[in-house]
C-alpha cells in the first residue's frame, strides 16, 4: 500500500528554520522525483522545489525560496526532506510532498506528480 507522510511542521518566528520531512512506504523513491508544493491560505497549491531522482541531476527551487530552502533525498530511508532556513512570514501554509516522474527547471507540476501526502501546517509568526 502506497502512502506518504509529511512531518516536521509547527510554528517558527521570523528568521527560524524547520526541516520537513516526506516518508514513503509501499514503493521505492529511487526511481521517483520529490516535489514540495505549498498551499498558503486562500490561495492555490504551488510547487516550490523539486528533486529529480537518483539518475537525474536536476533542483529546482521557486525564487520566492531560492537561497533559502534546500531539497535532499536519502533513498536508503525512502525519504525527501526541505530544510527551510530564514524563514518568512510569507512561507505559512500547509506543505505538501509529492512523488512524480521528473522535475524540470521550472519546478514541480502538480498534474503530473502521482503519490501525495497529508500535508503538514508551517506557521511563521511572532
Known amino acids: 500500500q502506497v502512502q506518504v507522510v509529511e512531518s516536521g511542521g509547527g510554528l517558527v518566528q521570523p528568521g527560524g528554520s524547520l526541516k520537513l520531512s516526506c516518508a514513503a512506504s509501499g514503493f521505492t523513491v529511487d526511481y521517483f522525483a520529490i516535489g514540495w508544493f505549498r498551499q498558503a491560505p486562500g490561495k492555490e497549491r504551488e510547487g516550490i522545489s523539486c528533486l529529480s531522482s537518483s539518475s537525474g541531476g536536476i533542483t529546482s527551487y521557486a525564487d520566492s525560496v531560492k537561497g533559502r530552502f534546500t531539497m535532499s533525498r536519502d533513498n536508503a530511508k525512502n525519504t525527501g526532506y526541505l530544510q527551510m532556513n530564514r524563514m518568512q512570514p510569507d512561507d505559512t501554509g500547509v506543505y505538501y510532498c509529492?512523488?512524480?516522474?521528473?522535475?524540470?527547471?521550472?519546478?514541480?507540476?502538480?498534474?503530473?506528480?502521482?503519490?501525495w501526502g497529508q500535508g503538514t501546517q508551517v506557521t511563521v509568526s511572532s
Open positions: 509529492a512523488f512524480g516522474p521528473y522535475c524540470s527547471t521550472y519546478g514541480p507540476s502538480r498534474d503530473e506528480y502521482t503519490y
